[in-house]
């Protein structure tokens, strides 16, 4: 018998433009991601086959530390087990039902399948996802709620919120059926005619949706698709901000000590990053801040420097499980702007070396430079156990425990002794456990809390522990307005003999830069 070529041949020429035409149509909803593809997923989990079981795996569109799990249960509906999104589970060959996505039990996405022996089953998304960010006119990202709906039905799925992206909170990730949704403003009536807006979800995509509020009046003043397509993989998992601060005080006022008019001016400008860098299982965070201030009180000729700070803070943490890892940072504080000492009338002054040798007396001075700039120089090196007690988008706490290199670098530091007296003060270098304790909580929709911890026991050292205990209040009064007070107690002998307070008031207006 004998067939004829032709037909064949264009049978295997539309099955391969179908198949290539398939591939097509995923790589284009793999483009929305912020993730690989599913197979390079799973190739990046670097995980074997375990004999006897079947792999099931259900890959991520984003961080799977921000999707709803997925549960698993037998075709009788008994719950076996939970798990994340793009992680492999284990299960014994057999057929099994897999609920997932936001929502009640009856909203989720429901599918039947069947793990082979020795097999990994990969389920290829038909479900979408959709990240809803919430920005003011100026771009700054916000913390605030929202409703989602399904149309036309108005089924409700629950509240969401915006992200403070500048202090490191993460949108969350709504896993939902292909559709339309309805996107309104908290309080608001499902039907409004205000406030709201609606997104068609496709399926297996990602969608990132943007809704701009007025800063004002809460009120939403514009919607829609703003990021297209994929961000660049390089970067898609780091998170950059840096913030320009400013204030002025111009005071100009007699009293009862003097009939003229006297005045003053104090100027405090601070320039601050943070970096970030997180996926499922590594994190890197480096926080740095300028701070300077000056003033010009009474009988004053010149500005005279009455903040001075350079410090940046670098950590990063490799989880071993959900909340245990380990962590290696690096921190360093100094100074931009000499320290200088101030008469009003004319002094005789002694200088002492750290023996307490004299090393010079001057007489009749008005001003004596106590520190040069970079001096003193904190460093502090340490690596051990990160324990992740709590992470919600309203609290964050961690505890570190390890072991501590701390540097305390004086060059041509003189500390005072009394008025006249001034000794050299000596480098310190030492070594030795140390702990702290991190953490951030959202008391209100426009008060941040911060607290930072830390304790160090020098190794050798009989007299005392040193610990550096640092709280910050951010109260934002408007978009770019904001009242921070910072309170700080500092123990350290290498730095003063002397416990070393901190009180800031600031009424800061606030400028993105990026």
């Not at 809460?218 to 970067?235: D, M, Q, R, W």
């Not at 305390?408 to 000794?423: E, G, V």
């Not at 050292?461 to 205990?469: G, H, I, P, T, V």
């Amino acid at each position: 018998m004998k067939f004829k070529k032709r037909p064949i041949i264009s049978i295997v020429y539309f099955l391969l433009f179908m198949n290539i035409s398939a591939q097509t149509t995923w790589e284009k909803k793999w483009q929305t991601w912020d993730t690989p593809p599913p197979k390079k997923q799973l190739d990046a989990e670097g995980r074997d086959d375990i004999k006897g079981l079947g792999r099931l795996f259900l890959p991520a569109m984003t961080s799977p530390e921000y999707e709803p799990v997925f549960l698993v249960s037998t075709m009788e509906d008994s719950l076996i087990k939970s798990s994340k999104m793009g992680n492999s589970l284990y299960l014994r060959p057999g057929k099994y039902r897999i609920a997932l996505g936001s929502g009640t039990l009856d909203q989720v996405i429901n599918k039947t399948v069947e793990v082979r022996l020795e097999d990994t089953s990969i389920i290829e998304p038909d479900w979408s996802c959709l990240v809803i960010r919430i920005i003011d006119e100026t771009r700054n990202s916000i913390r605030e709620a929202y409703e989602l709906y399904s149309i036309p039905d108005n089924e409700y799925y629950g509240v969401g919120y915006g992200a403070d992206e500048q202090l490191g909170e993460h949108l969350q990730t709504w896993i939902l059926k292909p559709g339309l949704y309805k996107i309104i403003k908290l309080g608001e009536h499902v039907n409004t005619y205000v406030n709201f807006s609606t997104v068609r979800l496709l399926p297996g995509e990602l969608t990132r949706f943007t809704i701009v509020m007025d800063s004002e009046t809460k009120n939403y003043i514009g919607a829609g698709i703003l990021e297209l397509g994929k961000k660049p993989s390089k970067i898609a998992n780091w998170t950059l901000f840096s913030t320009l601060y400013g204030s002025f005080t111009l005071n100009s006022s007699n009293d009862v000590t003097t009939k003229k008019q006297e005045s003053s001016m104090i100027f405090v400008a601070q320039f601050d990053y943070n970096i970030s860098y997180t996926t499922p299982r590594h994190y890197f965070s480096s926080r740095g801040l300028i701070e300077e201030g000056w003033n010009m009180q009474k009988k004053q000729v010149t500005f005279r420097s009455s903040l001075d700070r350079l410090q940046s803070k670098n950590i990063y943490i490799f989880s071993l499980i959900k909340s245990l890892g380990v962590y290696g940072r690096f921190w360093f504080e100094t100074n931009l702007v000499r320290k200088i000492a101030y008469y009003d009338s004319p002094q005789n002054i002694t200088m002492l070396d750290k023996n307490s040798n004299i090393i010079e007396e001057r007489n009749d001075i008005r001003q004596l430079v106590l520190s040069p700039v970079f001096s003193p120089m904190e460093n502090k090196e340490g690596i051990g156990i990160n324990l992740s007690l709590l992470k919600s988008v309203r609290m964050n706490l961690n505890i570190r425990a390890g072991w501590g290199w701390h540097q305390t670098i004086n060059r041509n530091l003189f500390t005072q002794l009394n008025d006249s007296t001034f000794k050299l003060k000596e480098s310190s270098y030492t070594r030795g456990p140390e702990a702290s304790l991190v953490g951030t909580a959202r008391i209100s929709r426009n008060m941040l809390l911060s607290c930072e911890l830390e304790i160090y026991y020098p190794e050798g050292a009989k007299e005392r522990l040193d610990y550096d205990f640092e709280n910050i209040i951010n109260l934002k009064l408007s978009k770019n307005v904001s009242l921070d007070y910072t309170v700080r107690f500092r123990n350290k002998k290498s730095l003063s003999d002397y416990l070393l307070t901190e009180h800031i008031v600031l009424l800061r207006y606030s400028f993105n830069l990026f």
